[in-house]
């Protein structure tokens, strides 16, 4: 059974308390910091680029050339008609039975707008044809920035552009604005060994995950196969123990 530690994300720390827990693998949904718990095993762990390691590789090139006519646009975190049609497009072709099949235009605008601390929206574009008016969007991304690197949220693309690797191109992209801001990491969410639609995870080169309570180079994938079992799961009141929260009086020194 799915389990997850969660916390509030409210208040004048809100910002320092997402930077601090996103250290330790913690993760944003609106309001809410949640990191994966589960009773029966410890799969989905949390995955970083650093930037500064990080080479593309020879695939990966052809991906950053493939795209490199779409237009990037970041904005303040507000909803769009636009993002909804590509949003709902993209769960229906690729997510139709995920946990946010059902979302509307309202839940939607939430998730992207809902938050405490300092967000954008990136957004790439395609450019129109001559008898096309309008923004075409490709593929948008819900980011926020911490302290030490940019976290990609969500995001989705148009599923008639498979063949366009949208998904890997964000990430991509992702990579070389963490570079211009000087930031050392690129924040990816969960990866989950052996699974086949986050394997896409592990082959950028510089990934670090989140094991027993630090970051390390995933090395080989499969190595990792074992958090699938029971008893790779450490008590939860352990895991609780092993938090570090910042300091309240910091921010009024």
């Keep these: 059974m799915e389990r997850k530690l969660f916390t509030a994300l409210q208040g004048e720390h809100a910002q320092r308390l997402n930077d ?31 930037v500064d390691d990080f080479a593309p590789s020879r695939t990966q090139r052809r991906v950053m ?29 690729r997510h139709a039975d995920g946990g946010m099949a059902d979302m509307d235009i309202f839940e939607f605008a939430a998730m992207i707008e809902e938050t405490p601390i300092r967000s954008r929206i990136i957004e790439y574009a395609r450019p129109n044809g001559p008898q096309e008016n309008g923004r075409r969007l490709a593929a948008v991304c819900l980011t926020d920035l911490l302290d030490d690197g940019l976290s990609m949220v969500y995001s989705f693309y148009d ?28 924040y990816l969410g969960y990866w989950v060994p052996g699974s086949r639609k986050m394997g896409y995870k592990a082959k950028f080169n510089a990934l670090e995950i989140y094991k027993g309570g630090q970051w390390q180079s995933i ?35």
Aim: proline share 7%; aromatic share 6%.
């Design 219 to 253: 090395g080989d994938p499969a190595d990792h196969k074992a958090e699938l079992h029971p008893l790779s799961v450490d008590p939860i009141a352990e895991q609780v123990a092993r938090i570090t929260l910042p300091d309240s009086r910091a921010g009024r020194e």
């Design 65 to 93: 050339r493939r795209n490199a006519h779409l237009a990037r646009h970041a904005t303040s975190p507000w909803a769009t008609e636009d993002q909804y049609a590509l949003f709902r497009s993209y769960l229906d072709r």
């Design 20 to 50: 601090t827990l996103s250290k330790q693998g913690f993760r944003r949904s609106q309001n809410v910091l949640y990191r994966p718990s589960c009773a029966e095993c410890s799969a989905c762990i949390s995955a970083r680029i650093r």
């Design 159 to 186: 599923p008639d552009l498979m063949d366009a690797s949208l998904g890997t191109y964000v990430v991509l992209d992702h990579i070389a604005i963490a570079r211009e801001a000087g930031l050392p990491y690129v």
